[in-house]
C-alpha cells in the first residue's frame, strides 16, 4: 500500500515531552509530504508490538542523552563552506545507501566527506559531491571537520561518534525515526533541505529528487558494442520473494516474439554469488544469440560500470535495480512482498514496475515478456 501523506503531526506539548519523543518514531524531521506507509505502519500496529517500539525508542533516547552527544545535536546545518563528515558507516545495505546518500546533491556549497561501509565506499569512490571517501575511521582527522551528519540516533551510531569523533557538533539524517517504509530517495532530500534551512522553492527542488552515482573511469569492463542494444539482466536476489527463477521462459518468449526488423539484444547477466545457479538455464534459454555471464565474478563498483554501459535493465527490487535507477537506466523491475514502486524507486524514475505481494515468481513469464517488449519498443522510440 502507498500513501501520499503529510508527515504525521507531531506533539508540541510542553507538559508532555514522552508524548513528544514517541511521536518522533513516525515523524519526518521536515514540512515536506513524501510516499510512505506511515499510516498504515500507525493502523495496524499491534499494542503489543507498538509498546515493544515504543520502548527501543526510550531506550535509545536514554543512552542517547547519557552519551555526552546530547549538547552536540543541531537541527540545521551550519553555513558553507563547513567541512562535513558524512557517517553512513552503519549501513551496508547497497540500495538503502544510493537512496539515502542522495541528498548529498544538495550540499555543493559545503566540503564533505564519507565514511562508509567498505563495499559502498568503492561504489562513491569518485563522486562528484563527496571529496574523499573512507572506509577506516582510524583513517579520519576528526579535526579536518567542523560538522558531522549522523544517519541514525541509536546505539551503534552513538558509540562509534563517541570512540573516533565525540567533540564534533552533529545533526542525523533520520533521528529517532524508525519502523514505516519510506521513499528513502525524497526522505535523504527533504531532510537535508530541512537542514539547510529550506532555500530552495517546490519547484527548483523537484529538480533534484533522483538517486545519482557516478561511475566515469576507463577501460569499459565490456569489449566495444558491435550493434546490439544491451540489457543487463541481475540473477539470484538476497531473498526468495524478490529471487526471479523464471528468467528462462521469459527469454524464450521474448525470442518467440521479438520483430523480426530488430535485432535480438545482447545479455549482460550480472549479479553475486547467490544467483550462480541460475545462469546455465538462462544461458541455455539464450543458445545461438550474444551474452556475456559476469555472475558472481565483479566487484560491486565493477558492476555498477557494466550498468553504465548498458541500455536496458532487467530484475528485481534489490541493490542493483537501484544502482542502475541512479544510473539513468530505463527498464523492467519486480516487486514482492509489501515493499511498493512507489517507496523503492524516485518520483521520476524510467524504470517500469511489476508487482505482486506474494513474491516476484507469481509473476507470470509471458507477463514479464509482454512487459519488456512494450516498454522496449517505447524506449526505442
Known amino acids: 500500500m502507498n500513501l501520499q501523506t503529510q508527515p504525521v503531526a507531531r506533539s508540541t506539548n510542553p507538559t508532555n515531552p514522552l508524548s513528544n519523543l514517541l511521536a518522533q518514531r513516525y515523524t519526518p524531521l521536515f514540512r515536506h509530504s513524501l510516499n510512505s506507509q506511515i499510516e ?21 533516547w536514554l543512552v542517547f542523552k547519557t552519551s ?29 545507501s544510493v537512496m539515502d546518500l542522495s541528498g548529498r546533491a544538495l550540499l555543493g ?5 564519507l565514511l562508509t561501509d567498505k563495499s559502498q565506499a568503492e561504489l562513491f569512490a569518485t563522486d562528484r559531491y563527496f571529496k574523499n571517501v573512507f572506509s577506516n575511521p582510524a583513517l579520519v582527522d576528526p579535526s579536518r571537520y567542523d560538522f558531522a551528519l549522523v544517519d541514525y540516533i541509536n546505539t551503534e551510531s552513538l558509540r562509534l561518534k563517541r570512540k573516533w569523533f565525540s567533540a564534533l ?9 524508525s519502523g514505516p517504509e519510506v ?8 531532510r537535508i533541505h530541512h537542514l539547510l534551512r529550506y532555500p530552495y522553492s517546490d519547484e527548483q527542488l523537484e ?26 539482466l541481475t540473477l539470484g536476489g538476497l531473498a526468495d520473494f524478490k529471487t526471479y527463477r523464471q528468467w528462462p521462459e521469459v527469454i524464450r518468449h521474448l525470442r518467440e516474439q521479438w520483430p523480426t526488423a530488430q535485432r535480438f539484444p545482447q545479455f549482460i547477466l550480472i549479479g553475486s554469488q547467490n544467483g550462480l545457479q541460475y545462469v546455465e538455464p538462462v544461458k541455455a534459454a539464450l543458445a545461438g544469440c550474444d ?8 566487484s560491486l563498483r565493477t558492476t555498477a560500470r557494466v550498468l553504465a554501459d548498458c541500455d536496458f535493465y532487467l530484475g528485481a527490487d534489490g541493490g542493483l535495480m537501484h544502482c542502475a535507477d541512479a544510473l539513468k537506466l530505463s527498464g523492467v523491475v519486480m516487486f514482492g512482498n509489501r515493499v511498493t514502486p512507489e517507496i523503492a524507486l524516485p518520483p521520476h524514475t524510467t524504470m517500469k514496475t511489476l508487482k505482486d505481494s506474494r513474491g516476484v515468481n507469481h509473476i507470470p513469464p509471458q507477463t514479464v515478456a509482454d512487459k519488456i517488449r512494450g516498454e522496449w519498443k517505447h524506449w526505442q522510440h
Open 40 to 60: 498504515a505502519t500507525l493502523a495496524t500496529e499491534s499494542f503489543l508490538r507498538r509498546q515493544k517500539q515504543n520502548f527501543k525508542l526510550l531506550r535509545r
Open 68 to 96: 555526552g552527544q546530547a549538547s552536540l545535536l543541531h537541527e540545521h546545518l551550519p553555513a558553507p563552506p563547513a567541512r562535513i563528515l558524512w557517517l553512513n558507516f552503519l549501513n551496508n545495505r547497497i540500495g538503502d
Open 109 to 113: 556549497a559545503f566540503e564533505v566527506d
Open 169 to 177: 557538533p552533529f545533526a542525523s539524517l533520520y533521528g529517532f525515526f
Open 183 to 190: 521513499n528513502r530517495t525524497l526522505f535523504s532530500y527533504y
Open 207 to 232: 529538480t533534484f529528487l533522483t538517486p545519482q552515482l557516478f561511475i566515469e573511469e576507463k577501460p569499459f569492463p565490456l569489449p566495444a558494442k558491435n550493434g546490439r542494444k544491451r540489457i543487463a
Open 291 to 298: 551474452e556475456v555471464s559476469l555472475v558472481g565474478d565483479l
